[in-house]
């Protein structure tokens, strides 16, 4: 018979904590002891992946919608996960808009997204916008995970000076908010990340303990072999998976910091990040993942790139700055680089829900159990609108939404109306969010 385990349990050893998978055993013993319906106890998560400077919107927006809609060349790379999705139009982050203050849309539409707070135009320390969402979700469920949340990030930016047009860098590259006045700055390097998530060591203790660590694996083998005589043969497979999983995720950061940096006009890999672009947002993706399935968060942001970002694709044949190509004068040309970039982001978004569905947990998949929304605070980069943004919600959400869809919403609708949704199916009861009006339709 297999025992009962808290869903608190880690294997420890030598200052390394790893928390582990949503295992059956780990049902709760008053629903098993009732004879209740313990197939989906999972906890369900989110998860905010920003990209930067707007959409080739033409490129993004399915023509139809419900059921039929269309794969446009953007969205094709998501194929293999379209059940899983919503794609869904109409949307407006209004907080991002000038309102008197003229430009600075970029700042204002990281600053906006996720808390639909007007961010105060200043390049000095008297930064204000607004509390954002995963915070809200973060401050409440703190108690029932060991990180409230987790910050990510594909490219460093700065916490001060003017970066657009009289705005603070932070609103640039920031894209959570624990207060209105307490930005939280994101973390860029996959082997940092890694180490708050399993390492229980302070952060000035971590070059003693990589030192004398071969893996964290290692150090919790005889404790693992322990807790695998109490698990039933599904567990034990779950439990052989994840720390393949885990292993694997090691070695890859190893390989990644040998790399040689890659030389290029705009963007030089800063020491401990991989040099290749795809591979550190791959890498990032798979720490979301493992956050996710070790329940060590159930909040995540992750910025790809910074807003007005001058980043290079040449691994999509495009070397050209972003932020520079996203002023295309409405040229084909332009039009097209600015296509494949996207396509290339959403190619790493198929990556993490494929990698997310590919983990069975419970009577369904870490994707079905999570909500993973992307997007930007701009549509049209040329233009720098902030209505009908380019809005993805992926998976389930433990079965409170309705995927394999397009929905479109009446014009003007808030964007932070899909947040206060959102939160509502991580019971977490808000009347309002920033600039909301109420809670989105048509979800379920």
Known sequence: ????????TALR?????????????????????????????????????????????????????????????????????RDDLLVLTGLTADKARAHGDGGGDHARALGAFLTGAQPKKTDGVDIRA??????????????????????????????????????????????SWRSATQPLPKEVNPKIVFERLFATKPDGERQKQDARRRSVLDFVRDDSKELEQKLGANDKRKLDEYFSAVRDVELRIERAEKMPPVKTPDYKAPAGIPANYEEHVKLQYDLIALAFQTDVTRVVTFVLANEGSNKTYPMVGVPEAHHELSHHDNKPEKRAKIRDINKFHTTQLAYLLTKLKGIKEGDGTLLDHSMIAFGSGNSDGNAHNHDDLPILVAGKGCGTIKTGRHVRYPKETPLNNLWLSMLDRMDVKLSTLGDSTGKLADLA
């Open 130 to 175: 607004g509390i954002s969402v995963d915070q809200v979700a973060a401050a409440r469920l703190a108690d029932k995970t060991r990180l409230p949340s987790l910050e990510l990030g594909g490219e460093h930016g700065g916490m001060a000076g003017n970066c657009d047009s009289g705005y603070s860098c932070v609103y640039s590259s920031t894209m």
């Open 13 to 81: 050893g030598l200052g390394v904590s790893v928390s582990l998978p949503w295992l059956e055993a780990m049902a709760p013993l008053t629903a098993w002891a009732a004879g209740a319906d313990t197939k989906n106890p999972a906890p369900n998560r989110m998860c905010f992946c920003y990209v930067p400077n707007g959409m080739n919107m033409p490129d993004f927006t399915p023509k139809t919608e419900g059921k039929d809609f269309e794969l446009t060349p953007i969205l094709e790379p998501l194929k293999a996960v």
């Open 1 to 8: 018979m297999t025992t009962r385990i808290s869903r608190r």
